[in-house]
Structure formats: C-alpha cells, structure tokens
C-alpha cells in the first residue's frame, strides 16, 4: 500500500512541476514575443521617419518585458543603422541608445513619436575602408593608439572608443611619390561652429612592434603627413547630440555624443 502511495503522490508532483513549467515556459514566451514585435515597430517607424534604406537593428533591452509595456516606460534601447548613405564619406553607421525612455501613450513607438530620454548616447562610425577613399589611400587601417591597444577595458569610453590622440593610420600614400607603407600618429579633433567636422592631424611616423615599421626619408616626411592629414566635414550625430568624444574602435572611427535629459524624435536619428 505504502508503494502505491508514492506512485500517486510522485505523479501528483511530476504533473504539478510540467504544468508549472508550462506556465513559465508559455509567459517567458508571451513576453519575449511581446518584446520581438515591438522592437519590430521601432524599426520600422525609425526606417520611416529616418528615411533608411533598410530596417536598423533595434533592441529593448531589461527583462521582463510586459511591465515596461505597461508602464510606457523602456528601460534602455539600442538603435544601429550600418550603411548608411553620407554626403561627405560615402556610407557610415548610425547608433544610438537611449536610457530610461518615455513613450507617451503608446508602448509601440510610432514614426512621428517624440520620445523623453533620461540619458542618450550617440555615435557616427567610418570603417577604414571609407576613410581611406576619402583620403586617397585605399589601403587605409584604422588603429587604436597603441599605448591602448592592449587595454582590458577596450578603450577610454564606456563604449570602448580610445582616446583621440595618436590615433594609428597605417597605409600608403602614393601621391607622395613615397609607396611604401608606413604607419602614422594621427590626432582627432572636432571643429566648427556646429561642431560637426572631425579634424585628422598626422603628428609623427610610427615605428617598431604593431606599426608598419618604415622609416620615411626627411625630404618626404612632410608631404607623407600631410597626406594622412584631413578634415571631415557633415559629421551629426543621430538625434542632433553635440560630439563629447571622438577616437577610434577596431578599425573605425567614431564619433560620440553623451547628453541627459533630452527629448527626441525618430526623424532626427538621421541627420545626413
């Protein structure tokens, strides 16, 4: 008797604990389903507003999801847009993200939403590739610094961009007359009454572990900096934030924008 007991009793639990986890598992599922289509709707309303050619990538991030729907409250949001087409640079990537959004009325965010942001952040990124055209060296790479190319951290930003000074460009400047390829500390600057041309300034040839390693001879030192020495104009970030840092992440440049308590609309991520 005693044994049959127990089968009974281990079938009541084992029937308890699935249809528990049937209720988990299927509210995890609403949930995340839930986040799917709104991050769906964002994407489209920023294509839209922002006139992009193609869906950016759009992410709500905080678990669970429902209680921030029903609050019209997002805790953080992350908008990417790669290839995007810039008057100055050819193509350039667009990212933001938002902390501590409120959405008004609607938890779908609609193209002509305007959204208040308790912080924003926002970057242009230029791959090497589109510099280096920009600039007449095709074979261009971008480098952090190298004082920081084995920082743990990634860079000096939460974002991991590295410091703005003594940014490394590697490649061959054949207008020059000189092609080989040598690799040179370049400092970023932004200027301009709306601040948004970022300023190359080649500092130094760059020599030894990590660089290209060769020497350029005095009588072309000159010209070979001046060749990997430029400006960027056009550069605005999304969503209008004034540039707070600018350097380099892998083998891009990038510009950032910090600003808090700030409102937004979808329109303005787009600034080209």
């Not at 709500?60 to 805790?75: E, S």
Request: aromatic share 6%; no cysteine.
């Amino acid at each position: 008797m005693p044994v049959r007991q127990n089968v009974r009793v281990r079938k009541l639990l084992i029937g308890v604990l699935a249809t528990a986890t049937a209720v988990v598992v299927g509210a995890v599922g609403a949930d995340f389903g839930a986040a799917i289509y709104a991050e769906y709707r964002l994407a489209r309303s920023v294509r839209t507003a922002a006139d992009l050619a193609y869906d950016p990538s759009v992410a709500i991030l905080g678990f669970p999801f429902i209680p921030q729907a029903v609050d019209r409250h997002y805790n953080e949001v992350e908008i990417r847009a790669a290839g995007v087409v810039h008057p100055v640079v050819g193509k350039a990537s667009l990212e933001a993200t938002l902390h501590s959004i409120d959405l008004g009325s609607s938890w779908l965010v609609s193209p002509d939403a305007t959204l208040k942001v308790g912080k924003a952040e926002s970057r242009i990124i230029i791959d090497s590739t589109h510099v280096g055209r920009f600039m007449g060296i095709p074979d261009l790479l971008v480098e952090a610094p190298t004082r920081e190319s084995n920082d743990a951290t990634g860079g000096t930003t939460e974002s991991g961009i590295s410091s703005n000074r003594g940014v490394v460009f590697t490649g061959t400047a054949k207008s020059t007359g000189f092609d080989k390829k040598v690799s040179i500390a370049v400092d970023l600057s932004i200027v301009g009454p709306d601040q948004t041309t970022l300023v190359l300034t080649a500092t130094d040839v760059l020599t030894g572990a990590g660089t290209a390693d060769q020497p350029v001879p005095d009588d072309k030192k000159a010209d070979v900096l001046a060749a990997f020495s430029t400006s960027l104009p056009g550069q605005k970030l999304p969503f209008g934030l004034a540039p707070t840092a600018e350097g380099a992440r892998g083998s891009d440049l990038i510009i950032e924008g910090i600003a808090e308590g700030v409102t937004v609309s979808l329109d303005s991520f787009n600034q080209s």
